[in-house]
C-alpha cells in the first residue's frame, strides 16, 4: 500500500484537542462522525454534547466544534487512564488506534509530571483532567482510523505557533506557553514560533497529539501537492489572527533535497479505475437542499455512497467476515446481504454497503480483497433522518445505582418516534442484577420517555 503523506498546518494559530477534532471532521466531510465518541462518554458525564458549525474566514472554510460538558468535574490520572481504556473498548478501537491514544495520555501526564516535579500517581489535574480530554485524545485515535491514517502515512507538520502573553488557568495565571507545553516542546526540540497571537494557542493536549503523530518538521511548504484538506478552527477569538489549523492530505514533490512541503491547495483525488462510477442520485434533477423544501428543514440531512457488488462464487464464510471488515472500524454505517439470482441461473448474493463518501476507496478496496470480485458500483444519495440525541438514564437496584445510554429519535414535528436502551449498557446492568433484559428494556424506556417528553 503507498504511504501517504499528511501535512499539519499549525503555523497560523497553533494546536488544541478541538481543532484537531475539527480538521479531521472536515477532512472526512462527517460532521457526525465524533458522535460515537461522545456517546461513549455519557457513562461518565450525562451532560457531555458536541455539535459542529460551518465557519468560512475569507476563501477558507472548515468546521469549528463545540463541546458542552461538566467543567467542574476532574479525573485523577488512574481514573482518566480508566475512562480512556473503557472507551477504547467501548469504541472497539484497533490496537494501533488504542496505542496512539495511550501515547499522547502519557505525554501529557510525562509533561505535567515534569512540569511539577512531581510522580505522575500524585498529580493533581486541572485542565487536563476534564473529559475534554479523553473526547480530544480518543477523538482523533478514531478519526485518523476512519480516515484511513493509521499505518500507512507519514505526518509531516509546519513549525507550530504557541503565542505570547499570559492566561488564566486553574493554577493562576501562566506566561505562554504553560509549563506542560514548554516540557513537551523542550523535550522533543519541536520548532515554534511566537505567532501574531498575543494568547495561548498551543495547548497540552494539541501539543501532545502533535508530537505524537509527527514524523518530520519542516520549514517550507512548497512542494506538497494536496490532495483532500480539512480545516479545523478554535472557539477562541484571536482578533486579526484567523484561529485554525489544516490537516491536508496528499504527496511531497521530490524537487530539492531539503524535503520542504508546498501550500496545500486542493485538487480532485485519483480513483482506482476498476470503480464503475453510477450516475450520482443527486444531479438528477434538483437536489433536496436546491430546493429547500419544508420537509428538508425538519429532518437532519445527509449525503452518503451506496457501494454494491454481485457475488456468485464466495464461500459462507467470506461472505460473513466482510461484515466484521466494513464494520468493525466504523468504515461503514450498515452491510446488507441480498440473496438474488444471476448470470446462468447461479444463486448469488447483492453485497449492499451504505457509508460517507470518504471511505469509499477504502470500502472498494475491502470488497474487491475480501470478495474477489472484479469490481463495485456506487451511487450518491441524499438522506433524511430522525433527529437523534443520547441520554443516560440512572437505574437504582438494591440501592445500587446503574447508568444506561438511550437513544432518543424524534419526528419532523419534535415527537418521539423511538426510544432504544444502549443493548450493551442493558447486558452489563443485567449479568450484574440477574434481571432479564427484556425486563430492565422496557423499564429503561419508560424512564428515558418521562425525562425527555
Given at each position: 500500500?503507498t504511504e501517504?503523506t ?14 484537531f477534532?475539527s480538521a ?13 465518541v461522545?456517546a461513549?462518554l455519557?457513562i461518565y458525564?450525562?451532560t457531555?454534547r458536541?455539535s459542529t458549525?460551518?465557519v468560512s ?7 469549528r ?10 479525573l485523577?490520572?488512574?481514573a482518566?487512564?480508566e475512562?480512556?481504556?473503557?472507551v477504547c473498548?467501548e ?10 491514544a495511550n501515547?499522547?495520555?502519557?505525554e ?6 515534569r ?5 505522575i500517581e500524585?498529580?493533581?489535574l486541572?485542565e ?10 480518543v477523538?482523533?485515535?478514531y478519526?485518523l482510523?476512519?480516515a484511513?491514517l493509521l499505518?500507512?502515512?507519514?505526518f509531516?507538520?509546519t ?10 488557568t486553574e ?10 507545553v ?10 515554534f ?10 495547548t497540552?493536549t ?15 511548504i512548497e512542494?506538497?501537492e ?5 480545516v ?7 482578533g ?10 496528499g504527496?511531497?514533490?521530490h524537487?530539492s533535497p531539503?524535503k520542504t512541503v508546498?501550500e496545500p ?7 482506482e ?6 450516475p ?9 437542499a436546491?430546493e ?7 429532518w ?8 454494491e ?5 464466495v464461500?459462507?464464510e467470506a461472505i460473513g467476515?466482510i ?6 472500524d466504523?468504515l461503514?454505517?450498515d452491510?446488507?446481504?441480498?440473496p438474488a ?10 453485497v449492499?454497503v451504505i457509508a460517507?463518501?470518504?471511505q469509499l476507496d477504502?470500502?472498494a478496496e ?5 470478495l474477489?470480485?472484479l ?12 433527529v437523534?440525541?443520547?441520554i443516560?438514564?440512572?437505574?437504582e437496584?438494591d440501592?445500587k445505582?446503574?447508568m444506561?445510554?438511550?437513544?432518543i ?7 418521539i418516534?423511538?426510544?432504544?436502551p444502549e ?7 443485567s ?9 430492565l428494556k422496557?423499564?429503561v ?9
Open positions: 500500500m501517504k499528511v501535512l499539519l498546518d499549525v503555523r497560523t494559530a497553533g494546536a488544541s484537542g478541538d481543532m477534532l479531521l471532521l472536515d477532512l472526512l466531510g462527517d460532521p457526525e462522525a465524533l458522535v460515537p461522545a461513549s455519557l458525564d450525562p457531555i458536541v458549525e460551518q474566514v475569507g476563501d477558507v472554510s472548515g468546521i466544534l463545540h463541546v458542552q460538558a461538566d467543567r467542574g468535574l476532574r485523577s490520572p488512574e482518566i487512564r475512562v480512556l481504556k473503557g473498548e469504541l472497539e478501537l484497533t490496537s494501533t488506534a488504542t496505542s496512539l501515547k499522547i495520555l502519557d501529557i501526564l510525562q509533561a505535567e509530571s512540569a511539577h516535579d512531581m510522580p500524585q498529580l493533581h486541572h487536563t483532567g476534564s473529559l475534554d480530554t479523553v473526547l480530544d485524545i477523538g482523533t485515535a478519526l482510523e476512519r484511513g499505518g500507512n502515512a507519514r509531516v507538520s513549525p507550530v505557533a504557541v503565542g505570547s502573553g499570559t492566561i488564566k493554577h493562576g495565571d501562566l506566561e505562554v506557553p504553560v509549563p506542560a514548554a516540557e513537551i516542546l523542550v523535550t522533543h526540540d519541536i520548532p514560533e511566537k505567532g501574531d497571537a498575543k494568547t495561548e494557542v498551543l497540552p494539541g501539543a501532545a497529539i502533535l508530537v505524537t503523530l509527527v514524523n518530520e518538521f519542516v520549514d517550507s512542494s506538497f494536496a490532495i483532500e484538506e480539512g479545523g478552527f478554535g472557539t477562541r477569538d484571536l486579526n489572527v484567523p484561529n485554525m489549523m489544516r490537516i491536508a492530505v504527496r511531497m514533490a524537487a531539503e508546498s491547495k486542493r485538487v480532485e483525488p485519483e480513483v479505475p476498476q470503480i464503475e462510477r453510477a450520482s442520485q443527486s444531479t438528477a434533477g434538483p437536489t433536496i436546491e429547500e423544501s419544508d420537509v428538508q428543514r425538519a437532519e440531512t445527509d449525503e452518503v455512497v451506496v457501494i457488488a454481485n457475488v456468485d462464487d464461500d459462507g467476515n461484515f466484521d471488515a466494513l464494520l468493525s466504523a461503514a454505517y452491510v446488507v446481504m441480498i439470482y444471476g448470470k446462468k441461473n447461479r444463486p448469488c448474493y447483492v449492499k460517507a463518501e470518504s477504502r470500502i475491502i470488497m474487491v480483497r475480501h474477489g470480485t469490481g463495485v458500483r456506487y451511487t450518491k444519495w441524499n438522506r433524511l433522518k430522525a437523534r440525541e443520547v443516560v438514564c440512572r437505574l437496584i440501592d445505582e446503574y444506561v445510554r438511550v437513544k429519535s424524534r419526528g419532523p414535528d419534535g415527537s418516534v423511538n426510544i432504544k443493548a450493551d449498557d442493558i447486558v452489563r446492568v449479568a450484574e442484577t440477574g434481571i432479564p433484559v427484556r425486563e422496557p423499564r424506556a419508560m424512564q428515558a420517555f418521562a425525562v425527555t417528553e
